[in-house]
């Protein structure tokens, strides 16, 4: 007999890793058990009045998938479900979820308040546009709490920040952030990337507004670009964020959004097996000969590492390390790798590593890059599902090189 509710069956009594398998599914009347692509840039409408009713009650059905479609609905319920958001809308990248979190609610006036450890294009973001269109963009040590309650003490539209950041893995405060900038009046966004759904929940720590970098983990396989923005207020996704998004465009495609979607169905046993081996890594880099210096949550040399046991369940993928040298050894260390592959991309299956300010960070400033502690023997490690051991092999043999 045919099933007449094609929609999957309530996940609300469904522990979070199950959420990541079912939520959100819209079934076809094919009853398929693989979420179906809908690979379409439009729909069709049984008559004039129909076509009129759909644009009166827009959301109510699928119009044009610049404003919605199936798929990408399914990938957005299903991350909403896991992360238990109310409102959530996927985007082409990581940066368009950044640039749409942000400039949906900015106004010429307003002030915006960031650490100054970001990655180099949220950076921009901020602080480029900012002084293009009359916002005060206000940078502080985001580890620094008098900062924040100095930059905070005057009326603040909205709070941005990375924890842990990239690529210093510096780690903010989220619960004293959060009171602070609703203090002051301020919307706090925070970019989940380093962290995933999966090690760190910033809404229940007072984030407004959590957004992602699909393309990392939540893809983990280097398919595809993505990116999702997400809120616990549903008025204020619906009334401020999704109507700046609908007419500027920044909408995934439907196919993006079905591999972000089967994704999501492995993450949690990705990041969990990937941030054990990164715990095993970083042990063994922290006493080699040729490191100056390793940072990575996990470990109790991080000079936060008890505020990331109060708001992270795992110390995640990525490590900051520090070699004993500068560019030259740090180069050569990058060329002497056998398996790690030399990439600027993160959060993949395989482990991946770059040299910051030569790549990702290379525009910033001298003293911009002082600032953020991206110096020439710094390399960043994305840590893959590699056996750990073979990791720490690769890393071995390339250091013995110095």
């Known amino acids: 007999m045919a099933r007449t509710d094609h929609r999957n069956p309530n996940v609300a009594g469904l522990r979070p890793r199950s959420r990541l398998v079912h939520g959100g599914v819209r079934r076809s009347s094919f009853d398929e058990t693989c979420e179906a692509l809908y690979q379409t840039s439009g729909f069709v409408y049984g008559s004039a009045e129909e076509a009129e009713s759909a644009f009166v009650n827009d959301g109510s059905r699928h119009v044009y998938s610049r404003f919605r479609n199936p798929t990408t609905a399914m990938f957005e319920d299903r991350l909403c479900e896991y992360e238990g958001a109310a409102w959530a809308y996927a985007t082409t990248s990581g940066m368009a979820a950044v640039h749409g979190a942000l400039w949906s609610n900015l106004r010429t ?19 480029e546009l900012s002084a293009r269109f009359g916002v005060e963009a206000v940078f502080v040590d985001g580890t620094d709490l008098s900062q924040w309650e100095e930059a905070l003490a005057k009326p603040t539209k909205v709070v941005f920040l990375e924890t842990p950041s990239n690529p210093g893995l510096e780690v903010v405060d989220l619960r004293a952030v959060s009171a602070l900038a609703h203090k002051a009046g301020a919307k706090v966004v925070v970019d989940n990337a380093f962290a995933t759904p ?23 396989q280097g398919r595809c ?117 030399i990439s600027n991309n993160l959060g993949d299956s395989k482990s991946l590593i770059t040299h910051p300010d030569t790549t990702t960070h290379s525009k910033l400033t001298v003293e911009e890059k002082a600032a953020a502690n991206i110096r020439p023997n710094l390399l960043r490690l994305s840590v893959g599902l590699e056996d750990a051991q073979d990791i720490v092999e690769d890393l071995d043999r390339a250091l013995a090189s110095l």
């Not at 929940?201 to 893809?219: L, N, Q, W």
Request: proline fraction near 4%; glycine fraction near 10%; hydrophobic fraction near 45%.
């Open 109 to 127: 006036g307003d002030r915006i308040v960031a650490p100054r450890s970001l990655f180099i294009s949220c950076y921009w973001v901020i602080k």
């Open 198 to 220: 999966v090690l760190q929940r910033p809404f229940e720590m007072g984030a407004d507004v959590v957004i992602y970098s699909a393309t990392k983990h939540i893809d983990g």
């Open 225 to 341: 670009l993505g990116g999702i923005i997400l809120t616990n207020d549903k008025q204020y996704g619906s009334d401020v964020i999704h109507p700046y998004l609908r007419h500027t465009g920044p909408t995934i495609s439907p196919f993006n959004a079905w591999l972000l979607l089967k994704g999501l169905e492995t993450l949690e046993l990705r990041v969990s097996a990937q941030s054990a081996a990164a715990l095993t890594v970083a042990e063994f880099l922290e006493g080699h000969a040729k490191v100056e210096r390793v940072l990575y949550p996990g470990l109790a040399s991080h000079p936060q590492h008890d505020l990331v046991r109060s708001q992270m369940t795992g110390g995640g993928t990525m490590l900051s390390i520090f070699l004993k040298g500068g560019k030259e050894e740090a180069f050569r260390a990058l060329n002497d790798l056998r398996m790690v592959m």
